[in-house]
């Protein structure tokens, strides 16, 4: 492990990977309870568009891929509360144009475009300082969004006709919420990608969910969970030479299935026991 470290790639991996266990602890856990999982789908694919206008005007992808998420975040939010649009139709407009432009642009592009795999699934080897100093602006801003309005936030997350009673902005709330996932998506496309960034956000923290009710405990605990989830991806991606995102996705993955089956035997035993 010490030899590993002594890589500078893989100091900036770990470092990564910290940072956006973090993000993905607190974002992630307000998706599951929230049923949020195909909008944060619906955002992460549309921010493809972003990547290929970033190729194709000569610009920052991920700048590109930030300005795009952000965008899918707020229309989806202002057409579902101001146009009554059902949700599921939206999803699936903003993931379709989203993927749609991102083809077209890399298309347009002229000559070779470099790393766009890395994009689609992600590479946390490649992680450069420069990409470390924005994954912690953008997990400190999260963060600090999410610890300043902790309360209101929980109120429209667990009961949204309550929090209306006690006159908090829900709207608004629904608005930056969305938006704090964009920048989550935003900030996990160079881990594992834009196509599996979704299983990511939700994998910790359903595992957790399945363990406790309160929030704060449930993204503690999510915390935890992509820490050794992500740890463990970098680590048997490294020794084994195969691709970090779907590495790190599938341990996710597995230490889902593992919770999933625990809690059915302890559910079972139960029913057996009341039996």
Same mark, same amino acid.
């Given at each position: ?33 929230? !049923? ?48 009554? !649009? ?64 902790? !309360? ?37 496309? !160079? ?85």
């Amino acid at each position: 492990m010490t030899d590993l470290l002594s890589y500078v790639f893989m100091q900036h991996a770990f470092l990564a990977a910290a940072l956006a266990s973090v993000v993905c602890g607190i974002i992630g856990s307000y998706i599951i309870v929230r !049923q949020m999982t195909a909008v944060s789908g619906g955002i992460s694919h549309a921010t493809f568009g972003g990547v290929g206008l970033g190729y194709l005007l000569g610009f920052s992808p991920l700048a590109g891929a930030a300005g795009f998420a952000v965008c899918a975040a707020v229309v989806m939010g202002v057409l579902k509360e101001y146009a009554h !649009q059902k949700v599921d139709m939206l999803i699936g407009a903003v993931w379709a144009v989203g993927m749609a432009l991102g083809v077209l642009f890399v298309a347009l592009t002229p000559g070779y475009v470099p790393d766009i795999e890395s994009y689609l699934f992600g590479n946390i080897l490649l992680v450069t300082s420069g990409d470390l100093v924005v994954a912690g602006v953008l997990a400190a801003v999260i963060t600090m969004v999410v610890v300043l309005l902790y !309360q209101p936030l929980l109120a429209v997350t667990f009961d949204e006709e309550y929090a209306r009673v006690l006159n908090l902005p829900v709207k608004m709330l629904n608005l930056i919420l969305l938006i704090l996932i964009a920048l989550a998506v935003v900030m996990l496309i !160079q881990v594992v990608g834009i196509i599996l960034v979704i299983a990511l956000l939700t994998l910790p923290a359903a595992s957790c969910r399945m363990l406790t009710s309160r929030l704060w405990v449930m993204m503690a605990g999510s915390v935890v969970v992509c820490l050794v989830v992500s740890f463990g991806g970098i680590l048997l991606s490294y020794f084994w030479n195969i691709p970090s995102g779907a590495t790190i996705t599938l341990v996710a993955a597995v230490v889902f299935g593992i919770v999933l089956g625990m809690q059915r035997c302890v559910k079972g035993r139960r029913r057996g026991i009341s039996g």
